[in-house]
């Protein structure tokens, strides 16, 4: 499965494999055929066993259709980073480069952005707000000026710096006087990884792309929008329907000459005045001072007054419902730094971009070069920088941690995503487990945390208030949804690629100028946004198997409606504030209701009525169950793993040692990360680098000019494409032996018990994982067969249920409420598992073997191996001769039939017990 995570940092655990065999595509004719119409038809389509239950018109909608917005206005959203482009450096010499593949450390480009400051020098024994919220470090002050609150030059560009590659001297000219005395280690990060080319010496690779001025373009985007944002004060333009205080385009972009037609004595005195008294009156005013908004909507005032008086705060609002906020006027008023940890380089981008113009932002990222990190460190040091946002890797390096602790007076920590701090969200990281109020608070000395999120269940909600030591009293929590999402649901007929068409060419979508199609698999996208254009439907994929470069011209493109469809795996949509999107369709079942919940939230955020659609079908909910279980682990690896790290004759305690990655993850059949060949199979450079270089100690260690020739590639494309595979988490190079380093500090007493205990918690992380996915197969076939269809419900709308059923869920964890559709047995399955065992010489566990049944590949177990056994199955082609319909033409279709496992509906741990009985019977004792 195709994981799709652009994160910047760990992967998820348990998370399926990125790259697993696809789910079928539906049948496709070669040639579209351009005079079939979908026309409309006057009543409601009538469910039937073979056909899409999606009606040609759907029923009455009470609110008018929304209309594209105008196209001539500037995007909301335009992608802050231009990757550079290299200046070629001809390859010519023996260049080589040592490329080991692992997928820990991601990388991304570096962005700063300066802006104009406001600084304090307020007395803090004076001021409530200095004492409650600003932690324990009352001599502390920003750059202070004279005066109690200061505004930096009104005139000041905000600064972009240019992109840090690969740490081959992109550095800008600025950075050169702040650079750190000590170059820092790579440490446990993976960061600061280098391209290692011998042959350049000192060679630079120079910034051949433009480097956008983003202060002048947000500049020019002010002028065209703030005349939006006139008029609706006016009246004129204000589609806030709901009431919530919404600008016209839901979002107001502060340019400078705004900022400038501010007094800076007017924000001076108000930030004052919540110093003294954070009452309603002063709050709305410095919120009207400094982002233009006239009120506050739902929960964000309650939790700005809660985190100014220095009170941690759990928040959960919808997404889109401006959580942002709650931290972006704190921020101005308190008198410390405000770190902001974030996932998503992405997303700290466009949080960046969000910030009030009075205030200096950075972020720092696993994937900048020691150069660039250092640099902001160092304005950091200097007080230059009021809010960093991190990711959440950051905290597990020592050396960073030193220096924030040790400079920085932090007023506020935020964690946004905060559902990733527990491990029964739907998107728990690792890297997120450090986060805990004993180093926020004890180390770190933080004021206050503030922990933000859109979808948290009740039980994550618990883990991550105790985790961050957050009172219960201290949750601020609004209805999960937005108001005006109309949310409808359809199980798939024969054909879902057919279906979908009937959606996008029926009303209301056929009106609308923005709509996203979320499917699970890139060959998904791929194959669906080229049948829509063939339909004349404008639409392109976006997914992380993509170049950088073109996936954010299909963002760019999106977000200035020149494009009408995206059709994206789960990769697209964080960081995207694009108001105006129409509709959201699934294609796939999400696997959860959070992921359900997170993306139908990218639609409507201008308040305006918006249109989300969920297809299902009963055999993809089975495939997508068999991947939930593609990263578990038996007890029996986890014994044999702690057994190697902890041995006593080859590994002492208090030395440092290491386990090689990619051969610990073959022998105890752990999943690691994409292997190689996996990685081929999808890039063709990689397929190039496997051919053409040497293996030493797991490393590929190969000549550029030889690959790129061998490859058709330029030099500057070859270098361009093997960045942005480590960009997307798929590569790094010049690692030494990747693998884990550890130091023992104590050998556990018992082993065995230690694995019981390991496996027992993954899993019941598995479990969650499969029954998150199992409640939304539940309530699309709940709405689909048992809704009572009154109360707004009818044969496809179903925004009453469903906005229950959700609710229910988050409230009240109830994740059992319909019986599932996956069966506990079936009459052939031992005689199978029998058969497959004496068929093949090989040793299994119990998982193994009903991973074979369910179709999924392991390290051990490769897919290779075992998918052309009947069990597994293979993928093959079918070609068949089929009528259009209205047409009485006859087309050949071509179906590729991927495998699917023989099992996949019974439940996976019903085949591992069989499995595990049949081993007892085969070799004599229990599963081994
Ligand atoms: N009080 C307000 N009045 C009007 N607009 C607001 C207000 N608060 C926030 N907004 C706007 O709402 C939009 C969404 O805000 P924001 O990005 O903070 O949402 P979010 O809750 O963080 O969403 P997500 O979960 O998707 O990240 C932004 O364009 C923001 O400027």
Known sequence: MDSDSDSDGSHISATPPRNLTPSPPQI???????????????????????????????????????????????????????????????????????????????????????????????????????????????????????????????????????????GCGSRSESSSSILPAKKPKSGGEGNFVRLNINGYGNRKFKFKGKIRNFSSSRRSNYYKRSKRGIRAKNGVENNDEEGLGLESNGKQVKGESEVSSIDAELIKKAVLDVRSEATDENLVSLLKLTHGYDSFRDGQLEAIKMVLSGQSTMLVLPTGAGKSLCYQLPEIVFPGITLVISPLVALMIDQLRQLPNVVNGAFLSSSQSWEEASETLNLLKEGSIKVLFVSPERFLNEEFMSIISSCSLISLIVIDEAHCVSEWSHNFRPSYMRLRASVLRDQLKAGCILAMTATAT??????????????????????????????????????????????????????????????????????????????????????????????????????????????????????????????????????????????????????????????????????????????????????????????????????????????????????????????????????????????????????????????????????????????????????????????????????????????????EIECCKVRKLDVVFNAATFAVNSCERAHGCDVVQHTTCLQRMISEYFTEENLSVYPTKIKQNSPFLRADIKVFLQGSGTKFTPRAVARIMHGIASPAYPSSNWSKTHFCGGAKNVIAWVQLPLSGIMVLLEKICYSKGRYTNVDFNAVMEAAKLELINFVGKDGT
């Not at 964080?574 to 209701?593: C, N, R, T, W």
């Open 458 to 763: 009740k039980k994550t909600l618990a883990a991550v208030m105790h985790a961050l030591d957050i009172s219960s009293s201290k949750l601020v929590k609004t209805h999960q949804l937005r108001k005006k999402l109309q949310l409808s649901v359809s199980l798939c007929g024969n054909s879902k690629i057919k279906d979908l068409i009937a959606i996008i060419k029926s009303l209301p979508y056929s009106e609308l100028k923005s709509i996203i199609i979320y499917c699970k698999f890139q060959s998904e996208t791929d194959m669906i946004s080229k049948y829509l254009s063939d339909y004349n439907i404008r639409a392109m994929s976006y997914h992380s198997g993509m170049l950088a470069k073109d996936r954010s011209r299909v963002q760019a493109l999106f977000c200035s409606n020149k494009l009408r469809v995206v059709v994206a795996t789960v990769a697209f949509g964080m960081g995207l504030d694009k108001s105006d999107v129409g509709a959201v369709i699934h294609y796939s079942l999400p696997e959860s209701l959070e992921e359900y919940v997170q993306e139908i939230g990218r639609a409507g955020r201008d308040g305006r009525l918006s249109y989300c659609h969920l297809l299902f079908d009963d055999s993809s909910y089975f495939r997508l169950r068999s991947l939930m279980y593609s990263d578990g682990v038996d007890e029996y690896a986890v014994n044999k793993l702690l057994c190697e790290i902890f041995n006593h004759d080859t590994r002492p305690n208090g030395k440092i040692h290491s386990l090689v990655k990619e051969s610990a993850s073959r022998r105890f059949d752990i999943k690691e990360d994409t292997p190689p060949m996996e990685l081929a199979a999808k890039y063709p450079l990689i397929g190039g680098i496997l051919n053409k270089s040497d293996t030493k100690h797991g490393l590929h260690v190969f000549d550029i000019p030889t690959v790129a020739n061998a490859i058709g590639h330029t030099g500057v494309e070859f270098l361009n494409q093997l960045q942005n595979l480590k960009s997307m988490g798929e590569i790094t190079y010049e690692l030494k032996d990747p693998g884990y380093c550890y130091v023992i500090m104590h050998v556990p007493e018992d082993l065995c018990s230690l694995a019981t205990q390991m496996t027992k918690w993954l899993s």
């Open 28 to 166: 496709l004719p070669k040639k579209p055929i351009s005079n079939v119409k979908q026309k409309p038809s006057k009543t409601p389509h009538k469910p039937s066993s073979n056909s899409s239950k999606f009606p040609q018109k759907p029923p009455q909608i009470q609110h008018s259709v929304r209309q594209s917005s105008d196209s001539t206005l500037v995007p909301s959203f335009s992608l802050p980073i231009k990757k550079p482009t290299f200046n070629n450096p001809e390859i010519s010499g023996p260049n080589s480069i040592r490329a080991g593949f692992c997928s820990f450390s991601k990388s991304n480009s570096f962005t700063k952005y300066q802006k104009n400051s406001l600084n304090f020098d307020d007395s803090s024994e004076k001021d409530p707000i200095l004492r409650s919220g600003a932690g324990s470090k009352p001599d502390y002050e920003v750059n202070c000026e004279n005066e109690g609150v200061c505004l930096g030059s009104l005139k000041k560009r905000v600064v972009r710096k240019p992109s840090n590659l690969i």
